[in-house]
Nanobody, 126 residues
């Protein structure tokens, strides 16, 4: 069964760091455009970081630019989101995602994503 499984969420103080992991099984991330979304309470799900292979580009939301880094280990079939200088407004459930189609931009809540992770909670609070 094809799926994405996330790990690495938790609670951290403002200014701290966390790394999220997302392992794929049943399919190869090599064949997909991949990245991360987040959803805070009462807000729409938003794209945070995205790798579009066909466009040879990586996209970041303005709110995380310079603080978050997306990466992929093709051997482990796993993607990562390194988050630094975390702020309370980064508190959300984070979801990894995979999309076969190249859209050459950051996907939105309306994008027809092929695979979603189960979500992992990130809480930034003092």
């Amino acid at each position: 069964q094809a799926q994405l499984v996330e790990s690495g969420g938790g609670s951290v103080q403002p200014g701290g760091s966390l790394r999220l992991s997302c392992s794929a099984s049943g399919f190869s991330l090599d064949n997909y455009n991949i990245g991360w979304f987040r959803q805070a309470p009462g807000k729409e799900r938003e794209g945070v970081a995205w790798i579009d292979r066909s466009a040879f580009n990586t996209y970041y939301a303005d709110s995380v630019q310079g603080r978050f880094t997306i990466s992929i280990d093709n051997v482990k079939n796993t993607m990562y989101l390194q988050m630094t200088a975390l702020r309370p407004e980064d508190t959300a459930v984070y979801y990894c995602a995979a999309l076969a189609l190249s859209i050459a931009s950051m996907p939105t809540a309306g994008t027809n994503i092929n695979y979603w992770g189960q979500g992992t909670q990130v809480t930034v609070s003092s």
